[in-house]
């Protein structure tokens, strides 16, 4: 059992190396699409949607569900790629060989996903601004506040991504993961609308979303930003 758990340190920044290099190639593309996605929407909650009765503050208020959504989002092509190399190359195969215990390998695994996303995260924010420009006051972020919660959330959908993957029996059952778990999880969850103004429209539901962990990351969000 200490095998299983103890920790190499040495190992793990070698495993992080190599996760970091693989991760050149794909990365700026990771980030286009990403951020394609998110300043479309930023940008449209943010001028458009005003002539339809929307607050002028609505696009930062948004802001707050786009950013506890990178970790969700990524946690879904994370899966994918771990569940192919459970199925095609297995590299993991290799990793669990090393002189070092489980616990070493898989937090490798946590903190690798965790940190794209948290990278993301991050530099979404400078887009943010020059979208949103006085829309959007620096000064009024709780910066320590947004910090924990993008991290926890991060690590939170990190780990989620191993055991999901571990309930995926192959690939092509990947689909299931996102329409039955990922989208009601995301679209409930209050990425267009608060928990409050949710338990005033339809009381019923707002305490069934209390059972939902991404109430919590967009409130958590919102609550920094704004």
Same mark, same amino acid.
């Given at each position: 059992m200490k095998k299983i758990f103890q920790f190499n340190f040495d190992i793990f920044k070698q495993l992080m190396l190599t996760k970091f290099t693989n991760l050149k190639s794909t990365f700026k593309d990771?980030?286009?699409?990403?951020?394609?996605?998110?300043?479309?929407?930023?940008?449209?909650?943010?001028?458009?949607?005003?002539?339809?009765?929307?607050? &002028?503050?609505?696009?930062?208020? &948004?802001?707050?569900?786009?950013?506890?959504?990178?970790?969700?989002?990524?946690?879904?092509?994370n899966a994918v790629t771990f569940v192919s190399d459970l199925e095609g190359d297995r590299s993991i195969d290799y990793y669990l060989t090393l002189p070092t215990s489980v616990f070493t390998v898989f937090f490798s695994y946590i903190v690798y996903y965790a940190s794209i996303s948290l990278i993301i995260g991050i530099i979404l924010l400078p887009l943010a601004k020059a979208i949103l420009l006085d829309k959007l006051v620096l000064s009024n972020i709780a910066w320590f506040k947004l910090l924990f919660f993008t991290v926890l959330i991060n690590l939170i959908c990190a780990t989620a991504t191993l055991l999901l993957s571990a309930l995926t029996p192959a690939i092509e059952k990947l689909d299931i993961l996102f329409v039955r778990f990922i989208f009601p999880l995301w679209y409930f969850g209050g990425f267009q609308y608060s928990w409050f103004s949710l338990n005033e429209k339809v009381p019923w539901l707002s305490y069934i979303m209390l059972i939902n962990p991404m109430t919590y990351a967009t409130e958590g969000m919102r609550a920094a930003l704004l």
């Open positions: 990771k980030l286009i699409n990403f951020y394609i996605w998110a300043a479309s929407t930023i940008f449209v909650t943010g001028y458009i949607m005003q002539a339809f009765g929307l607050s &002028q503050d609505f696009g930062a208020f &948004q802001l707050g569900g786009v950013l506890a959504s990178v970790g969700l989002f990524e946690l879904y092509t």
